[in-house]
């Protein structure tokens, strides 16, 4: 496919300031830090028609399931203030579909690929990342583990700590020991910390948070719930400060876990929010509903931030919000003002 | 091949319920064919609404003083086309296209029946335009709640052989529904191709009866979208495969246009049983 000219967002723009924009992900190194979120890109392919792919940080995959599926019944969408609630249901083309047409596509195009895998037991979970490990341009897996669990009344894994880290165990058992995994966590939980220390613990590399928050649409016309599975995940901006307080959170608690941020980002101001936070990366979902090229725009308006608020490098913006007060300064500050 | 460009407005003018919008859309227009659509970024970079809004094209124009430019039919549902009807000649806005499958032209100077319902119309002027350049027979069959909710008869009658209107209040044409009159207008062009945009209700009417008359449909679906480039699977409806399967596709990438024959219109809203990777007893 051939890629299309962007009048508003030139592609190698010259007034980009000059910041080194790596980043790592527990051993995988990304060239940039925007990655696209889960569910929100497919496999790359129809971006790729609006951005040379291969130019941000890479492509979160849809998660994948063993089989195909074929989601849930429509409704599955609603807009909602600043945000969205989807309940797609996973469809999808199932694992072996995936690898030979979306993975192989991936790997001639050249992109870094996080792949999402999905399961409903934990033996699910095990077998796909069986099913990876001889794929060779995979640089990191993201677990969701925000999926029911067929075998415990539909409960999602992420919401207890005994669960998500029986996922993360099996996934970790069944892949290359030296390929990075990330939990993707649920923000619906009393402790998103404690949820941390027990996916870590079972051999989780990192974490990406958050996953979409639970909510619920009715339409006041029919009187009755507008999606077809009532419940659905809430993204978009209306989710940003809920994502940036998780994000702050876990890095109080793990200084240097690998951290991919997602929640709400629509501008590269609002992807340093994420970072500040100690996001160590950031994908951006929703808002490539709103504006197909908006992951290479959200990377080229962070580097301009980054450069006009003095950074050389990335990685020195990571966590900065956790910086120590200088207490003498601020308030210095503040007399100044005053006085004046 | 699929663009976003920066268009801007031309022109807001209003056609009885609805309103016809002229933009700018460079490398667009030029590429637009019957049954296309374009989504528009709406509410500005700040907006709550974070979706775009789908509109199939209505007309193109590939050169003038303005480059392509091309016209939408917006019908105001909600803030999102509010806003879009308010916007001011000049204004920027956010177009990508060309979008979708389009419908498909017989290679044969064939008759062929076009059916609209309400504002569905829109793209089937492109579309009848080019059917009568093939030598087609075009006989058209326009149907709406009211005489305000029908779009561009006027038009169409110049394009047509035969206009037939239908309104449920009869306050034009006849009293009654568009898939009361298709088999009789059908018969008498002894039509080969239906061509149908509207609501589902009409389209699965449309397709029964140009299967029972052995003729091919062409339906254009209008779903719910969130991306309208195939990503989000949110406007899926259950379609039969050439190997006989049964899959949620998405009427973005897979459609809008469908044969009619094809569309399970019954089970649409649903995931019929024997749907490839259908829930099974328990699961989710």
């Known amino acids: 496919m051939t890629r299309a000219l962007i009048s508003h967002a030139p592609l190698g723009d010259t007034s980009l300031p000059n910041v080194d924009m790596s980043t790592s992900l527990g051993g995988f190194h990304l060239p940039a830090p925007i990655l696209t979120a889960s569910g929100c890109a497919a496999a790359g392919r129809e971006l790729d028609q609006f951005f040379d792919i291969t130019t941000i940080g890479g492509i979160v995959t849809k998660s994948v399931m063993l089989n195909p599926r074929s989601g849930r019944a429509t409704p599955r969408m609603a807009e909602t203030p600043s945000g969205m609630l989807n309940s797609i249901g996973l469809q999808g083309p199932g694992i072996d579909r995936f690898l030979e047409h979306d993975l192989a596509w991936l790997e001639e195009r050249g992109a870094r690929v996080v792949v999402s895998i999905a399961g409903g037991t934990v033996d699910e979970f095990g077998k796909l990342a069986a099913r990876l490990r001889t794929a060779r341009s995979i640089g990191a897996i993201e677990v969701n583990i925000s999926c029911p669990n067929v075998e415990d009344r539909g409960q999602v894994f992420a919401c207890r700590a005994g669960t998500a880290a029986e996922v993360v165990n099996a996934v970790r058992r069944h892949s290359d020991p030296r390929m990075p995994l990330f939990a993707k966590l649920s923000p619906d939980v009393t402790d998103i910390v404690e949820i941390t220390d027990a996916v870590v613990r079972a051999g989780a590399t990192g974490v ?47 200084r240097d876990l690998p951290i991919i941020g997602m929640g709400g980002v629509r501008s590269g101001i609002d992807a340093l929010e994420l970072v500040l936070a100690g996001a160590d990366a950031v ?5 490539v509903f709103h504006d197909p090229s908006a992951p290479i725009r959200i990377q080229q308006e962070l580097q301009r931030a980054l450069g006009s608020r003095g950074f050389a490098r990335f990685r020195d913006a990571v966590s900065f919000a956790h910086r120590p007060v200088d207490t003498r300064t601020e308030v210095d500050d503040e007399f100044d003002f005053i006085t004046e | 091949m699929v663009v976003q460009v920066k268009g801007q407005i031309l022109d807001v003018r209003r056609a009885g319920s609805y309103y016809v919008m002229s933009l700018t859309a460079p490398g667009i227009s030029e590429n637009a064919r019957p049954g296309h659509f374009v989504t528009l ?13 789908a509109f199939a094209i209505h007309q193109v124009q590939s050169r003038g003083v303005y480059g392509g430019t091309l016209d939408i039919v917006v019908s105001v549902h909600g803030k999102g086309t509010q806003w879009l009807v308010d916007r001011r000649r000049h204004d920027p806005i956010d177009i990508v296209g060309p979008l979708g499958r389009p419908f498909v032209l017989p290679k044969e100077a064939v008759s062929t029946v076009l059916v609209g319902g309400g504002y569905g119309s829109a793209p089937l002027f492109m579309l ?30 110049r394009l047509a052989s035969t206009l037939t209107i239908t309104t449920d209040d009869g306050s034009l044409g006849h009293r009654g529904r568009v898939t009361d009159l298709l088999a009789g207008v059908m018969d008498s062009s002894d039509a080969a191709v239906v061509y149908a945009c509207g609501p589902m209700a009409m ?82």
């Open chain 1, 208 to 254: 990406s948070v958050i996953n979409t928050v639970l909510g619920m649409v009715i339409d006041t016309d029919t009187m009755r719930p507008h999606l077809a599975g009532v419940t659905g995940g809430l993204s978009g901006p209306a989710i940003r400060p809920v994502a940036v307080r998780c994000i702050w959170q876990i890095r109080q608690a793990f």
């Open chain 1, 283 to 287: 994908s951006v979902g929703t808002a």
């Open chain 2, 41 to 53: 970024g709406i509410g500005g970079a700040e907006t709550s609404m974070v979706l775009r809004r």
């Open chain 2, 128 to 157: 009848a335009e080019q059917l009568r350049e093939r030598g087609c027979r075009v006989d058209v069959l326009l149907g709406a709640g009211t005489e305000e909710k029908l779009f561009g008869a006027l038009e169409l009658k």
């Open chain 2, 203 to 284: 389209l699965q009417r449309v397709a029964q009866i140009a299967a029972s008359r052995q003729a091919y449909s062409q339906c254009a679906v209008e779903e719910a979208m969130a991306c309208g480039i195939g990503v989000c699977m949110t406007c899926v409806l259950p379609v039969i495969g050439e190997d006989g399967v049964t899959r949620m596709l998405r009427s973005c990438t897979e459609g809008p246009v469908f044969r009619g024959d094809r569309v399970r219109w019954a089970d649409i809203g649903t995931v019929p049983a024997d749907t490839l990777g259908a829930p099974t007893g328990g699961g989710h």
